[in-house]
C-alpha cells in the first residue's frame, strides 16, 4: 500500500520568512497530493491540492510543487504570519480520488515573532 | 450548516469495555472515514466507507468495528478497548464523483482507556 513520508517533523521560521514541508510517496499510482492544516483543538482542513499532471500551483502565500518522477512533493508558505503556526500533513491518493487517502505523520510549523 | 458532527468529544474509559464514537454528517456525502491522531504518527486511516452498506479496512483496523446503515452515520466500535486505542478519533467525509478529493473532518474524539 501507499506509504507517505514527511520531514521536518518541528520546524521554525521568523516571521516573514518562508517555510517548506516536504513529503515522498511510495506508490506511483498515485494521483492526488493534497496539504492539510490543523489548528489547535481542531480537525484538519484542505488548504491546497495538486494533481499528477501538474507540477506546480499557487494560491497567494501558499505553492505546492511535484515531482512524479522522484516521488516527491512539497509546501512552500512565503512571508509567514503567525495565523500560519499549526500542523501541516501532506496526503496521497490513488487512480481514484475518493480512494482511501494516506497521511504523512505531519509537521509543527512555529512561527516565530 | 451542521456539517460534520462527533460524539462524544471526550470520553474516559476502561480496559475491556466496549466503546462506540459517533459521526453524524448533514451533506449526504458518498465516502465516510475513521482516522486515529497519536503523537508521532500523525493521520492513521481505520475503516472508511463509500456508501450505506459498504465498508473497508484501512491501515489500522484491528480492535475496531464499523458500521454504515444509514448515508449519515458512521460509528466507530472499540469491542474491548485497550490502552494503546488512547488517542484523538477524527471522522471525515468527503463527496463522490466531484472531483475535489476534499476531505472535511470533524472537531475529534479524544478518547483515554484507562
Known amino acids: 500500500g501507499e506509504n507517505v513520508e514527511q520531514h521536518p517533523s518541528t520546524l521554525s521560521v521568523q516571521e516573514g520568512d518562508s517555510a517548506v514541508i516536504k513529503c515522498t510517496y511510495s506508490?506511483?499510482?498515485?494521483?492526488?497530493f493534497p496539504w492539510y492544516k490543523q489548528e489547535l483543538g481542531k480537525g484538519p482542513q484542505l488548504i491546497i491540492d495538486?494533481?499528477?499532471?501538474?507540477g506546480e500551483k499557487k494560491d497567494q502565500r501558499i505553492a505546492v510543487t511535484l515531482n512524479k518522477t522522484a516521488k516527491h512533493f512539497s509546501l512552500h508558505i512565503t512571508e509567514t504570519q503567525p495565523e500560519d503556526s499549526a500542523v501541516y500533513f501532506c496526503?496521497?491518493?490513488?487512480?481514484?480520488?475518493?480512494?482511501?487517502?494516506?497521511f504523512g505523520k505531519g509537521t509543527r510549523l512555529h512561527i516565530l515573532p | 450548516d451542521a456539517g460534520i458532527t462527533q460524539s462524544p468529544r471526550y470520553k474516559i474509559t476502561e480496559t475491556g469495555r466496549q466503546v462506540t464514537l459517533m459521526c453524524h454528517q448533514t451533506?449526504?456525502?458518498?465516502?465516510m472515514f475513521w482516522y486515529r491522531q497519536d503523537l508521532g504518527h500523525g493521520l492513521r486511516l481505520i475503516y472508511y466507507?463509500?456508501?450505506?452498506?459498504?465498508?473497508d479496512k484501512g491501515e489500522v483496523p484491528d480492535g475496531y468495528v464499523v458500521s454504515r446503515s444509514k448515508t449519515e452515520n458512521f460509528p466507530l466500535t472499540l469491542e474491548s478497548a485497550t490502552r494503546s486505542q488512547t488517542s484523538v478519533y477524527f471522522c471525515?467525509?468527503?463527496?463522490?464523483?466531484?472531483?475535489?478529493?476534499?476531505?472535511?473532518f470533524g472537531e475529534g474524539s479524544r478518547l483515554t482507556v484507562l
Open positions: 496526503a496521497a491518493s490513488g487512480k481514484n480520488r475518493d480512494d482511501k487517502i494516506i
Open positions: 506508490d506511483s499510482a498515485s494521483n492526488y
Open positions: 495538486i494533481r499528477s499532471n501538474v
Open positions: 451533506w449526504s456525502h458518498s465516502y
Open positions: 466507507s463509500a456508501a450505506a452498506d459498504i465498508t
Open positions: 471525515a467525509s468527503l463527496i463522490a464523483g466531484r472531483g475535489t478529493g476534499e476531505l472535511f
